[in-house]
T-cell receptor
Framework: ETGVTQSPTHLIKTRGQQVTLRCSSQ?????VSWYQQALGQGPQFIFQ???????GRGNFPPRFSGLQFPNYSSELNVNALELDDSALYLC?????????????FGEGSRLTVL | GQQVMQIPQYQHVQEGEDFTTYCNSS?????IQWYKQRPGGHPVFLIQ?????EVKKQKRLTFQFGEAKKNSSLHITATQTTDVGTYFC??????????FGAGTTVTVRA
C-alpha cells in the first residue's frame, strides 16, 4: 500500500468526450507524475508537477493537461478522446523530483475509449 | 531524446533456474531505477543504483550498474513463482522526467 490513491479505477468513454482523472499523493510528497501505460508496454511519461507547477512534459498533445493543487493532489484531463487513449493511467508521487529517487505509484485508472 | 531499452521482452523460466534481464540507455544516466509490476498491478520500486559499477543485492535479486552508467542488469537466482511479473528499468533525462523501458515480462514454469 503506497498511500497514493487514484479515481476512478475504471471508466468507459466514447470518442470526442473529455475525462478527468484524480490522484491523491502520499502524505509529505510534493511531486506528482502522470504516466500512460498501454497494454503490454512500459509507462510513458505524460507530465509531472512539482510544487503546483508543471516542470516536465513528455510527447503528448496539448489535449492532455493537468493541475496540481495546494495539498499536492493532482488531476489529469484529456479532451477530445481518441481510441488510442485507451490505457492504464498511472499517477506516481515522490518527495522531490522523481529522477532523484523512488516513485510511489497508485493502482491506476483504466480508461477505455469506444 | 533519451531512450531506455530492455531485453529480452519475454523471459520464460523453469522454476529454480537463474536468468538475467538487461537495460540499455542511449545516454549516460545519473542513476537507474528498477520496478516490478505484477499482473494486474502497478509498478513497485525495487532499487536505485547511482554509482558507476555499483552492485546491490536483495535476497535472490542482484542489480548492477555499468561502468559507463549507460546500462544495467537484473539477475535473479533460483527463480520462484513469486518472481512472476514485468520488470522495468527507468532512467532520468536532462529534463528530470523518468523514462521507463518496455519491460521484461517473466513467466515461471513450475
Amino acid at each position: 500500500e503506497t498511500g497514493v490513491t487514484q479515481s476512478p479505477t475504471h471508466l468507459i468513454k466514447t470518442r470526442g468526450q473529455q475525462v478527468t482523472l484524480r490522484c491523491s499523493s502520499q502524505s509529505g510528497h510534493n511531486t506528482v507524475s502522470w504516466y500512460q501505460q498501454a497494454l503490454g508496454q512500459g509507462p510513458q511519461f505524460i507530465f509531472q508537477y512539482y510544487r503546483e507547477e508543471e516542470n516536465g512534459r513528455g510527447n503528448f498533445p496539448p489535449r492532455f493537461s493537468g493541475l496540481q493543487f495546494p495539498n499536492y493532489s493532482s488531476e489529469l484531463n484529456v479532451n477530445a478522446l481518441e481510441l488510442d487513449d485507451s490505457a492504464l493511467y498511472l499517477c506516481a508521487s515522490s518527495s522531490g523530483l522523481p529522477h532523484r529517487g523512488e516513485l510511489f505509484f497508485g493502482e491506476g485508472s483504466r480508461l477505455t475509449v469506444l | 531524446g533519451q531512450q531506455v531499452m530492455q531485453i529480452p521482452q519475454y523471459q520464460h523460466v523453469q522454476e529454480g533456474e537463474d536468468f538475467t534481464t538487461y537495460c540499455n540507455s542511449s545516454t549516460t544516466l545519473s542513476n537507474i531505477q528498477w520496478y516490478k509490476q505484477r499482473p494486474g498491478g502497478h509498478p513497485v520500486f525495487l532499487i536505485q543504483l547511482v554509482k558507476s559499477g555499483e552492485v546491490k543485492k536483495q535476497k535472490r535479486l542482484t542489480f548492477q550498474f555499468g561502468e559507463a552508467k549507460k546500462n544495467s542488469s537484473l539477475h535473479i537466482t533460483a527463480t520462484q513463482t513469486t518472481d512472476v511479473g514485468t520488470y522495468f528499468c527507468a532512467g532520468p533525462g536532462n529534463d528530470y522526467k523518468l523514462s521507463f523501458g518496455a519491460g521484461t515480462t517473466v513467466t515461471v514454469r513450475a
